[in-house]
């Protein structure tokens, strides 16, 4: 039931920000059916991303079924959208309209995935720390779901408090912030999940997850340079 | 009322996704079926996706029909049915119960 009040709750934030900020369509999406193939393409992306990174990962950690990821479903949805940016030739930032929903869906999400407990595989490795969580099976664990709910929720409060006063910058660069606090999170938590290496010591999502920094700085860098 | 023309390779796209979604209805109608009796709350979310999929294939269909959606609307809509409600619906741990290795979050 945590999936359905992740979307609804990210769904409502979403509408509430582009109503109270009168956002329209996201930035540099001119007509309707550009927004809908927008959408569209977001959607595959998402999809396609999240099972096959989800999928992949269950793989490579030697268990069976199909699995979906947020980090996967976010890389994909990116793609996706700077795919169709570059045909549509959008160069500007689209993704804000969709940030604080996005941030939401993560963290309700995430409270979602510490209740599942260990069925869900996103619980993390062993700890001594006083608040480590015991999942069922006697072990104390980092509920590193809550530290991504909290990550993102203190990530919330900065962009609603600091939006009205520097609404250009979060609709130049916000996405891109985004990204890097996103990603750069997830790179962090990483070292405290169980998942095997894959390349150099880092498991995939470690690896996604500096995908998507690198992609991050090198936008940001990209629309300073655009305002300069 | 606007009438929008769409291609023959349009419609083969919006009709393939369409079935698609039907699939899906039909899947989760199996799961409500087999977790009616001993899981009443997975019961209940599944009717509530048969539902939900049931509303979109009915109102794509109609739209397709009338011709009264913008192509691009449309294949949002019947996308939406064929991918989205999917993905939120085998979300978490619900499906794990029913299928024993099924759709999960891993990462």
């Known amino acids: ?228 | 009322m606007v009438s929008n023309t769409y291609s023959l390779g349009w419609g083969v796209i919006f009709w393939l996704l369409w079935l698609a979604g039907l699939l899906i209805l039909f899947l989760f109608g199996a799961f409500f079926l087999i977790t009616a009796m001993d899981a009443p709350l997975m019961a209940f979310w599944n009717a509530l996706v048969v539902l939900a999929e049931g509303f979109l294939l009915f109102k794509t269909a109609r739209h397709f029909v009338r011709k009264d959606k913008p192509a691009s609307e449309l294949l949002l809509l019947v996308a939406v049915a064929a991918f989205a409600v999917p993905l939120v619906a085998s979300g978490g741990c619900l499906l794990v119960d029913s299928m024993g290795s099924g759709l999960r979050f891993a990462g």
Not at chain 1, 58 to 78: C, D, E, N
Not at chain 1, 192 to 198: E, F, Q, S
Request: hydrophobic share 50%; with cysteine.
């Open chain 1, 1 to 228: 039931m945590f999936d359905l009040l992740a979307l609804l709750s990210g769904v409502l934030l979403s509408g509430w920000f582009r109503r109270r900020y009168a956002l329209q369509l996201p930035m540099g999406l001119s007509h309707s059916s550009q927004h809908h193939y927008y959408l569209l393409a977001l959607l595959l992306g998402l999809a396609a991303g999240s099972t096959a990174f989800g999928t992949l990962n269950l793989y490579l950690a030697g268990q069976g079924g199909i699995a979906k990821s947020m980090l996967g479903g976010v890389f994909g949805a990116i793609v996706a959208a700077e795919v169709f940016k570059h045909f549509a030739g959008i160069r500007q930032s689209t993704g804000l309209y969709f940030v604080p929903g996005l941030i939401l869906l993560i963290a309700v999400g995430r409270v979602g995935c510490f209740l599942a407990g260990l069925p869900d595989f996103t619980y993390g490795v062993a700890t001594s720390l006083p608040w480590g969580v015991d999942f069922g099976d006697g072990i104390e664990r980092h509920p590193v779901q809550l530290y991504e709910t909290f990550t993102m929720l203190i990530f919330l409060a900065v962009l609603l408090l600091s939006y009205p006063r520097q609404p250009v910058f979060w609709q130049r660069q916000g996405f891109y912030v985004f990204v890097l606090v996103y990603a750069g999170q997830r790179f962090a938590w990483e070292f405290l999940k169980p998942y095997p290496p894959v390349l150099a010591g880092l498991n995939l999502f470690h690896w996604i997850s500096l995908a998507l920094l690198v992609y991050a700085l090198l936008m940001l860098n990209r629309s300073q340079a655009d305002v300069e």
